[in-house]
């Protein structure tokens, strides 16, 4: 791919488009794609004219750019992640249907716990977890145990930091952060109150694909409610989950 005077490559500088999308900011103009990507207007105008002629961008009623459902449909084809999804989702519905509470499903990327799916009850506390988004791991429950099986390299990496607060109770101490990952490989599980949410309390276990930990399945539960059947319900349906990943 050419380069820009720059530097980038236009790999660099697509990515950097498709980047500006999050689940805050669905729907934009090239105006705003091209300040938050760091482009020129005009170079902004041309990648983006590419992306909507091969369907990975597309325009709403408004003429406002979104996502293009061939960016999903490409990102589906062959997922290893759509794999997993399809294992966990019986089972979060089990979950779900039990608890009455947010079931959700995450995997280790880039340092951040990425959430493949969620399901709610309408009776359910606060969450600000969404499909596709992302969550620090040292602060989410979810998180910690990816973090905790994650290859040295990346824990070495996060706890260097800075690990930054998103409650009082967000552990931002290395050496502190160190012993709960320590704890959370020896239990199997963490139970994490506030440390995202002061109302909320976290409960995750780990999913393992032929022995190695692939995914964390989590519940988020309000800060005063007991956490033994939330705990007794997530290991059973990561029992359930990894048994189907083995047979597919």
């Known amino acids: 791919m050419a380069n820009s005077r720059s530097g980038d490559s236009?790999?660099?500088?697509?990515?950097?488009v498709l980047d500006t999308f999050s689940t805050e900011t669905t729907t934009q103009t090239n105006a705003e794609i091209a300040r938050r990507a760091g482009?020129?207007?005009?170079?902004?105008?041309?990648i983006v004219a590419d992306l909507i002629r091969v369907g990975l961008l597309e325009r709403d009623e408004e003429r406002r750019i979104r996502l293009g459902m061939?960016?999903?449909?490409?990102?589906l084809r062959g997922s290893s992640a759509l794999r997993l999804r399809q294992a966990a989702l019986p089972?979060?519905?089990?979950?779900?249907?039990?608890?009455?509470?947010?079931?959700?499903?995450?995997?280790?990327?880039h340092e951040e716990a990425l959430f493949l799916e969620r399901l709610s009850h309408p009776d359910a506390g606060a969450n600000i977890t969404r499909i596709a988004?992302?969550?620090?791991?040292?602060?989410?429950?979810?998180?910690?145990?990816?973090?905790?099986?994650?290859?040295p390299a990346v824990r070495i990496?996060?706890?260097?930091?800075?690990?930054?607060?998103?409650?009082?109770e967000t552990v931002t101490d290395r050496v502190v952060l160190e012993s709960l990952l320590r704890r959370i490989r020896r239990q199997g599980f963490v139970i994490a109150a506030g440390t995202i949410e002061t109302?909320?309390?976290?409960?995750?276990?780990?999913?393992?694909?032929?022995?190695?930990?692939?995914a964390a399945l989590s519940c988020i539960l309000p800060r005063t409610t007991?956490?033994?059947?939330?705990?007794?319900?997530?290991?059973?349906?990561?029992k359930g989950i990894e048994a189907d990943l083995v047979e597919n």
């Open 10 to 16: 236009m790999t660099d500088r697509v990515v950097r």
């Open 39 to 46: 482009l020129s207007l005009s170079t902004a105008h041309r």
């Open 70 to 75: 061939r960016l999903w449909e490409l990102a």
């Open 91 to 109: 089972h979060m519905e089990l979950v779900q249907e039990r608890l009455r509470e947010h079931t959700q499903l995450s995997v280790l990327e």
């Open 133 to 151: 988004g992302r969550l620090p791991v040292h602060a989410s429950s979810s998180g910690l145990v990816l973090l905790a099986h994650a290859d």
């Open 157 to 168: 990496k996060v706890l260097t930091g800075p690990l930054r607060a998103l409650s009082p």
């Open 199 to 214: 109302v909320s309390t976290g409960v995750a276990v780990p999913i393992r694909d032929r022995g190695s930990v692939v």
């Open 226 to 238: 007991e956490t033994a059947t939330a705990l007794t319900t997530l290991r059973a349906a990561a």
